[in-house]
Structure formats: structure tokens, C-alpha cells
């Protein structure tokens, strides 16, 4: 086992993995920007540095800032949590280079399944439905072509995109050119890769991912759905376990396929299959994110397992512990996303200092953060100030676990969307469990 990681994040997620290396006995290094001096990832690790200036790309981008650091530290492996440099390939293959550990799947699998043309690929030829589209499109004239014969709507999509950018949803082929520009655009400003495909849109949809963890002796194990629907603009808002939708036939045809997807690329460490499914059920892949999600938690309280602790036991080279066979999914469990911003003024983010916190409590309320009373939010980084969490032995009951627990939860001192999230619980279609990737679209304008 490794004796010291370096965290190479920021914010809750930070914090959740020195937890997790507290409770393993493992020495932690926090890398920190000039603005976030005083986060609490920063004060909760055994040692702690200053990497560079708030901006992402000078501080938490730099890889040499990061790597020259864990060596001067003698860290012997390097957690890059989600976000970042998570799904950095070459991150990945600067850190085998220094000898350091990075503690998710090789630079080459990343390679493999970041280019989302070719993990298509890969996946169909395991015999995975994909969705109805094309491979890479090198020029504008062939790409309208191909929409035209997949037929409209169409999404337009990067081939490394992720969080939800490089996407463009086409209804009407005279639109096609502007939103094809835009998306390269995007691409190429995002990930320096404008290489772009196109997919035949689907909707009504549910976005339903699979978690899977694998070791480094060809185990591999799926620890049940995740139901990340609630969804604004491709960023997700609200994730359950298990989905109130999927029945017991899909839901291990969907571990089949996603257990053949990652033996098809010798996959190791943790990673989620995800999934499109229709009004019938039909599920179709995707995409594949090499790394540890936001919604992580939701599975760690339906399984008893506690993926972090995994991720590094697995990069350490230790077999996995349980088999498929031992997965067992008890209860219910939801996780609503505390952002710093305003849903009612177009969801405009929010910095500033938190001049009141009260965290919920009482059994089974969790609450994933890094702040805490009189902490500035800086402006530099993403809106997500934490994670609730709720579990419960019913989905009604962690329904109205949540609601209460969102109503305990005090922020002052920046606006928040808890009261969006309390609207969003209380809607009928997610009440029944009937809604889809367009259910907040619904709820109504400015939304």
C-alpha cells in the first residue's frame, strides 16, 4: 500500500479523498492555488503547497507544478479526484514516467475511451447497441450530409468533450452549419481537439450510467445504475440509486454490457458505462468517464462500498475484494448538487463569503463539502459548493429525507439552488420517477 498520495484537486472532492486516506493510514499532500490558501483540503493534509495562481491552467493544469511537487514530497502516487486533469492522458503518462502512480486507469485506456468516436467503436465490436451515428467527420459539407441521412434531430458532439461541452442539439437542417462551427469551436477552445461526429438524438431519454471498478488481474465487478436524468443544459443536478425505471431484467442486461465493454479494453480501476435509455427500455451506450464521479456517493450508500478506498487499493495492485455475486443494492439513495448560484436570474453564479453554515444531520444524511462559516468562494472555479446526500430503506423515504434535509441546510451569504432542487423533488414526474433529460426544460422558462 501506498504510504503518501498527493491530491491533485481541489474543493469537496479534495477533501472526500484525504478523508478516505485518513481512515487507510495514508500520509496525504494538498497542492492549492494562490486563492484557495485557505480551503479546507488545504488544512486537512498532512503537508500542503502552492502550486501557482488562481487561474485553473496555471495551478491545478500545471502537470509539471503538480508532478515536481509530489516528488519533492516522495508522494508515490497522485489522486486526480474528477475534473481536471482526471482524464488527462498525458498527465497519466507523465506520471508513469516520474514513477508515481496515478491512481486511475492507464494513459492508454483514457486514450482509448476519451476519444469518444473510437470507444464507440470498441464497445460495438464487444457487441454494446450504440447509438445510431457516424465516426469522425473531417469537413462541414460531409457532415451535413451524413445528418441528413441519419435524419434530424441530430447532436453534434465532441469526440473528447466532457461536462457537457463540444454538444450541440440540431432540430432543423438549416440550423445545421452555425451549431457544427459552434461545436468545433468549442471543441478546440476546450479540449484542443475540434474533431467532431454526430449522433441521431434521442428523446424522451434517461441517462442511466453503470459503475464499474476493475483490478489489475482482469476482475471486474458493476455496482449496479445510476440515475442522472435531472439534468440542465447536459450538467446533472440530481442522481439516485438504484433508477426507479430500470427492472430487475434490464438492469443486468445493462451489467452485461457493461462488464463486455470493459473487458474489451482490459479496463483497470474505476470507471462508469453510460448509457441512453428509451420509453422501452432499450438502453444504448453513450459514452465512458475513466475516472471517479460527482455522484460516486449515491453507490457507496446502496452497496456498502466505499469506491475511493477501492480506487487506491486497486492502483496499489490489491485484487478486488468481493465478485459480482456479492453486490447486493439495499435501500435508496439521492444526491442533490449545492451550487453557488441563482436558478431564478439564469442561474448566474455566485462568490463570496459564507457568513452562516448549519449541516444537516441524523441517520443517513450526508453532506460532501469544503466549505465552512467565513470561507470565501472564489470566482475562478466551478459553481458546486457540495454534494447532500441522503439514504433511506424506500425511495419515498429518502424523497422526503432530502426534502427535510434541504430545508435544514442553511447557506448565508450566497445565493444557492436548494430551493430549485426542493421544486425539482416535488415535481410529479420525478415523484413517479417518469422523468427524462428534458424534465427540467418543462418546469418552465428561465430554467
Same mark, same amino acid.
Given at each position: 500500500?501506498?504510504?503518501?498520495?498527493?491530491?491533485?484537486?481541489?474543493?469537496?472532492?479534495?477533501?472526500?479523498?484525504?478523508?478516505?486516506?485518513?481512515?487507510?493510514?495514508?500520509?496525504?499532500?494538498?497542492?492549492?492555488?494562490?486563492? !484557495?490558501?485557505?480551503?479546507?483540503?488545504?488544512?486537512?493534509?498532512?503537508?500542503?503547497?502552492?502550486?501557482?495562481?488562481?487561474?485553473?491552467?496555471?495551478?491545478?493544469?500545471?502537470?509539471?507544478?503538480?508532478?515536481?511537487?509530489?516528488?519533492?514530497?516522495?508522494?508515490?502516487?497522485?489522486?486526480?479526484?474528477?475534473?481536471?486533469?482526471? *482524464? @488527462?492522458?498525458? =498527465? /497519466?503518462?507523465?506520471?508513469?514516467?516520474?514513477?508515481? &502512480?496515478?491512481?486511475?486507469?492507464?494513459?492508454?485506456?483514457?486514450?482509448?475511451?476519451?476519444?469518444?468516436?473510437?470507444?464507440?467503436?470498441?464497445?460495438?465490436?464487444?457487441?454494446?447497441?450504440?447509438?445510431?451515428?457516424?465516426?469522425?467527420?473531417?469537413?462541414?459539407?460531409?457532415?451535413?450530409?451524413?445528418?441528413?441521412?441519419?435524419?434530424?434531430?441530430?447532436?453534434?458532439?465532441?469526440?473528447?468533450?466532457?461536462?457537457?461541452?463540444?454538444?450541440?442539439? &440540431?432540430?432543423?437542417?438549416?440550423?445545421?452549419?452555425?451549431?457544427?462551427?459552434?461545436?468545433?469551436?468549442?471543441?478546440?477552445? $476546450?479540449?484542443?481537439?475540434?474533431?467532431?461526429?454526430?449522433?441521431?438524438?434521442?428523446?424522451?431519454?434517461?441517462?442511466?450510467?453503470?459503475?464499474?471498478?476493475? !483490478?489489475?488481474?482482469?476482475?471486474?465487478?458493476?455496482?449496479?445504475?445510476?440515475?442522472?436524468?435531472?439534468?440542465?443544459? @447536459?450538467?446533472?443536478?440530481?442522481?439516485?440509486?438504484?433508477?426507479?425505471?430500470?427492472?430487475?431484467?434490464?438492469? *443486468?442486461?445493462?451489467?452485461?454490457?457493461?462488464?463486455?465493454?470493459?473487458?474489451?479494453?482490459?479496463?483497470?480501476?474505476?470507471?462508469? &458505462?453510460?448509457?441512453? &435509455?428509451?420509453?422501452?427500455?432499450?438502453?444504448?451506450?453513450?459514452?465512458?468517464?475513466?475516472?471517479?464521479?460527482?455522484?460516486?456517493?449515491?453507490?457507496?450508500?446502496?452497496?456498502?462500498?466505499?469506491?475511493?478506498?477501492?480506487?487506491?487499493?486497486?492502483?496499489?495492485?490489491?485484487?478486488?475484494?468481493?465478485?459480482? +455475486?456479492?453486490?447486493?443494492?439495499?435501500? /435508496?439513495?439521492?444526491?442533490?448538487?449545492?451550487?453557488?448560484? @441563482?436558478?431564478?436570474?439564469? =442561474?448566474?453564479?455566485?462568490?463570496?463569503?459564507?457568513?452562516?453554515?448549519?449541516?444537516?444531520?441524523?441517520?443517513?444524511?450526508?453532506?460532501?463539502? $469544503?466549505?465552512?462559516? @467565513?470561507?470565501?468562494?472564489?470566482?475562478?472555479? !466551478?459553481?458546486?459548493?457540495?454534494?447532500?446526500?441522503?439514504? /433511506?430503506?424506500?425511495?419515498?423515504?429518502?424523497?422526503?429525507?432530502?426534502?427535510?434535509?434541504?430545508? +435544514?441546510?442553511?447557506?448565508?451569504?450566497?445565493?444557492?439552488?436548494?430551493?430549485?432542487?426542493?421544486?425539482?423533488?416535488?415535481?410529479? !414526474?420525478?415523484?413517479?420517477?417518469?422523468?427524462?433529460?428534458?424534465?427540467?426544460?418543462?418546469?418552465?422558462?428561465?430554467?
Amino acid at each position: 500500500m501506498f504510504s503518501k498520495i498527493l491530491i491533485a484537486n481541489r474543493g469537496e472532492i479534495a477533501v472526500r479523498i484525504i478523508r478516505a486516506c485518513k481512515e487507510m493510514g495514508i500520509m496525504t499532500v494538498a497542492v492549492f492555488s494562490e486563492a !484557495d490558501r485557505d480551503s479546507l483540503h488545504v488544512n486537512l493534509a498532512d503537508e500542503s503547497y502552492c502550486i501557482g495562481p488562481a487561474p485553473a491552467k496555471d495551478s491545478y493544469l500545471n502537470m509539471n507544478a503538480i508532478l515536481s511537487t509530489a516528488i519533492n514530497a516522495k508522494a508515490e502516487a497522485i489522486h486526480p479526484g474528477y475534473g481536471l486533469l482526471s *482524464e @488527462n492522458a498525458r =498527465f /497519466a503518462e507523465l506520471c508513469k514516467k516520474c514513477n508515481i &502512480v496515478f491512481i486511475g486507469p492507464p494513459d492508454d485506456i483514457i486514450s482509448k475511451m476519451g476519444n469518444k468516436d473510437e470507444a464507440r467503436r470498441t464497445v460495438m465490436e464487444a457487441g454494446v447497441r450504440i447509438i445510431p451515428g457516424t465516426d469522425v467527420i473531417e469537413n462541414l459539407e460531409t457532415a451535413k450530409k451524413e445528418a441528413k441521412e441519419i435524419g434530424y434531430p441530430v447532436l453534434i458532439k465532441a469526440r473528447s468533450g466532457g461536462g457537457g461541452r463540444g454538444i450541440r442539439l &440540431v432540430e432543423k437542417e438549416e440550423d445545421f452549419e452555425k451549431n457544427f462551427l459552434s461545436a468545433k469551436s468549442e471543441a478546440e477552445s $476546450a479540449f484542443s481537439d475540434g474533431s467532431l461526429y454526430i449522433e441521431k438524438y434521442l428523446s424522451p431519454v434517461k441517462h442511466i450510467e453503470m459503475q464499474v471498478i476493475c !483490478d489489475n488481474y482482469g476482475n471486474a465487478v458493476c455496482l449496479g445504475e445510476r440515475e442522472c436524468s435531472v439534468q440542465r443544459k @447536459n450538467q446533472k443536478m440530481i442522481e439516485e440509486s438504484p433508477s426507479p425505471v430500470i427492472d430487475g431484467y434490464v438492469r *443486468e442486461k445493462m451489467t452485461e454490457a457493461a462488464i463486455r465493454a470493459v473487458k474489451a479494453v482490459s479496463y483497470k480501476n474505476l470507471g462508469t &458505462v453510460e448509457f441512453l &435509455v428509451d420509453s422501452k427500455n432499450n438502453f444504448y451506450f453513450m459514452e465512458m468517464n475513466t475516472r471517479l464521479q460527482v455522484e460516486h456517493p449515491v453507490t457507496e450508500m446502496v452497496t456498502g462500498i466505499d469506491l475511493v478506498k477501492w480506487q487506491i487499493r486497486t492502483a496499489a495492485g490489491q485484487k478486488l475484494g468481493f465478485a459480482q +455475486e456479492d453486490i447486493k443494492i439495499s435501500g /435508496a439513495a439521492i444526491e442533490c448538487r449545492i451550487n453557488a448560484e @441563482n436558478p431564478y436570474k439564469g =442561474f448566474r453564479p455566485e462568490c463570496g463569503k459564507i457568513e452562516l453554515l448549519h449541516i444537516p444531520g441524523g441517520p443517513w444524511v450526508r453532506f460532501d463539502t $469544503a466549505i465552512y462559516q @467565513n470561507y470565501e468562494i472564489p470566482p475562478f472555479y !466551478d459553481s458546486m459548493i457540495g454534494k447532500l446526500i441522503v439514504y /433511506a430503506k424506500t425511495r419515498e423515504e429518502a424523497i422526503r429525507k432530502m426534502k427535510a434535509a434541504l430545508c +435544514e441546510l442553511v447557506i448565508e451569504g450566497v445565493e444557492t439552488n436548494q430551493d430549485f432542487q426542493l421544486e425539482i423533488l416535488s415535481n410529479s !414526474d420525478f415523484v413517479n420517477g417518469s422523468y427524462n433529460t428534458k424534465t427540467i426544460e418543462k418546469m418552465g422558462d428561465g430554467f
